[in-house]
């Protein structure tokens, strides 16, 4: 289960192809690399447990040094190429990275991060250099293409996107490995999603992000081929399906409302038959959103519900989710617990916090608080959301707990609010939270991007109001309703609502 058994077996195979410039790289280039960028670690005394750190965009360059650090037993971090350099800069410094990647394309931020790295004497550049930094190119064009003698199996440390507070680095907690170990996630896409040899994926996000990364490597590892976006465009995402008959994918819920949102004429252009399963999660999905996708695509969509914590994971597929609506899965790593805020286990259908036990242990890295306040007192762990279990052991969510509006003493969870919304014919996309309130503490209020910004005003401000009192109780529906061109979403799908919850607080010293 790694690629250099590819390498021996079907050498010129690609193991990944870069979708808008065609390169593509094969099985047999993918290990050369991968072994001279393990010789360049080792040559600058990299051992195994030390980290090192990714600033880049989807580039094709990407797994040669995933796959590098992996079969050095390095950890290897990263970054958001959305990040400003202080930001860069503070995930640096936090994972303790000893060597730091970056591209000519992020140039402007890699030199202001430059004088802030004084800690990293290893700091190279893709496509070209800038000061302070070396060639990559350069650093592995005459490293032999054999393996180091102590091949061990590395891992990545990601850190949380940090839509409630400051990234948080999550550090699994396993014990060494060879490098062609058999880990959990590989069980589940040979199992559950039918994932082999044969398997040409299409991954439209960043890779920087838990799920495209640790999925491409797990395609990787069984021999399948990757088709790698590097911008997703909802038709040129389509009409990719198409031309490299994609079986298998993972999305967003904000993409499948990209592709019904296109005109009917565009969206059904392309064939995409030969999909046979299609995998989405990081946010939840409106029901209606969903609904259309089954009805378009068949019952090939899973869902599951995890994070980069890899604590515990449910899942469910399309006969499941419509027998039960709403749902994000049933618990398929660890086992599901809702409990009150003394951590007191919770009835079937009652909300509260979702936690997992006996999931995969996992720290905070540098963060000792942080970790407490992830663990239960038997030590069951969670992410933070809020949700309860259905009659038949089914997972509901219904917020982050973070997001929770308490208006007049009444809890109110947005996310019902914002499903509703995002099913409006003249609404792209929306977020509701809670904003200071004199008499009640909080209201409700919902930030949208309209489809057209012509319409924003009063006029549309009103029909979304009614629209939302028609499906909902009127303490669930927004008060007022702002707009704005664009909302700070994370590319990912998961929405920056902190950094719009925060403009309405400013001046107070407290935000609830």
Known sequence: MHPYVYARKNPDKPAYIMASSGETVTYSQLDSQSNRIAQLFRSLGLKAGDHIALFLENHARYFEICWGA?????IYTAISSRLTAEEVSYIVDDCGARLFVTSKYLADKA???APRMKGVANRFMLDGTIAGYESWEAA???RPATPIADQTAGQDMLYSSGTTGRPKGVLPVVEPQPIDFDNPLLAITRKLYGMDENTVYLSPAPLYHAAPLRFNMSVMRLGGTSVIMEQFDSEEYLRLVEKHRITHTQVVPTMFVRFLKLPDEARLR???SSLKCAIHAAAPCPIPIKEKMIEWWGPIVWEYYGGTEGNGLTMCNSAEWMAHKGTVGHAVVGKVRICDDNGTELPTGVSGTVYFADGRPFEYHNDPKKTAESRHAKGWTTLGDVGYLDADGFLHLTDRKAFMIISGGVNVYPQECENLLIGHPKVM?????????????EEVKAVVQPREMKDAGPALAEELIAYCKLHLAALKCPRTVDFEAELPRHPTGKLYKRLLRDRY????TSKI
């Open 270 to 272: 392309h064939d995409v």
């Open 70 to 74: 992996q079969r050095s037993g390095l």
């Open 429 to 441: 996309d929306c977020a509701v939270f809670g904003v200071p309130n004199d008499d009640f503490g």
């Open 111 to 113: 030199a202001a991060l």
């Open 505 to 508: 607080w400013q001046g107070r």
């Open 140 to 142: 592995i064009a005459h």
